[in-house]
């Protein structure tokens, strides 16, 4: 396969032509530094949470800060940093603790060191009033993307991971955001339990209706040590397959590149002290690329049936070459079928994906 400017002087002229996104990338900061709060300011713990293990940091609020700190000051000033408080509920956190993080933040920004920030947070956990003295607290101080761990918004689905809220509290909870004139991003959690495929591509739909800054998937798994292992081992809970992962996955990232939010995770981060004590669920070292490929297969079909008639060529960004065809070439035969084999793809230099017909004859 080649490599070719998406525009080119020697290139054939086609009669017909599609061009589609094919995902866009969320360009914040040259390094994100994760501050992580397990467990800080949760209420409860719900059934598939081990934020502990999911991070591999204790839950030492001031220690955590304080490695942090020491991080910032080796960092040579040029690089362009991004601060997130992960884990916990962040806007839950003791007030001492939260003007702490906050004051950490402000230090830095204030320095040039840190050029935007962000932190994680439920939809129920944002005060009352529009907007609230919490989230007026977090954009004085310059944070400006706050997460929020919707996880769904199925009441039913809520009401098994005992999360507290129901679908209207966690939509609500998506609008005060940027109603307080900060960024949202949405958390959603696929194959929990009272998740199906259908009712997650729903969760997705209503996600982006919301016109979040980003979105994140975390397929369910199963860690020991939470609510969800002893369903699983009882028999009341089963996990998704990695195969019905990927399909709803790859539906649920080609819906978002067609509205153009995107997608800044696809799996659980790796960390050894997690994947020691996970048990079952959809776990793959490139599970992320599996879907990836999924996502970018859906979507030049939709092209194509868009297209009319035979393809020509199909021009992606080099971004894609690295997964398009699956795991051990898993998807050259679905790409054949659609008369699209390696010769017909031309890799470039653009961000959108060009699929053209047949080239012109005189």
Known sequence: MSVMPLFSPFAPHFSREAVFPVGSRLRRADRILPVFLPFAGCPGRCVFCAQDRQTGSGGDVDGNLRAAAALLDEIRPEQSIELAFYGGTFTALPAEQRKKALALYTRYRSSGKVNCGRCSTRPDALGAGTPSAVLRELAEAGLDLVELGVQSFSDTALHLARRGYDGTGAEAGCRAVPAAGLKLGIQLLPGMPGVTPEVFLH????????????????????????????????????????????????????????????????????????????????????????????????????????????????????????????????????????????????????????????????
């Open 203 to 362: 969760d997705v739909d209503r996600a982006l209706e919301l016109r979040p800054a980003c979105l994140r998937f975390y397929p369910c798994l199963v860690p020991e040590g939470t609510e969800l292992a002893g369903m699983w081992r009882a028999g009341n809970y089963a996990p998704w397959t990695e195969e019905k992962t990927v399909a709803a996955l790859g539906e649920g990232l080609r819906r978002a590149w067609e509205a153009g939010v995107p997608v800044i995770r696809l799996a659980v981060a790796p960390e050894p002290v997690f994947d020691t004590a996970l048990l079952a669920g959809p776990r793959h070292p490139a599970l992320g690329g599996l879907i990836r490929a999924e996502a970018l297969l859906r979507t030049t079909e939709r092209a194509l049936r868009r297209l009319g008639g035979a393809p020509g060529r199909l021009y992606l960004p080099r971004a894609c070459q690295g997964y398009m065809y699956g795991h051990k070439g898993a998807l050259r035969a679905r790409w054949a079928a659609l008369g699209l084999p390696p010769e017909r793809i031309v890799f470039t230099a653009g961000e959108d994906a060009r699929l053209c017909g047949p080239p012109e004859t005189h």
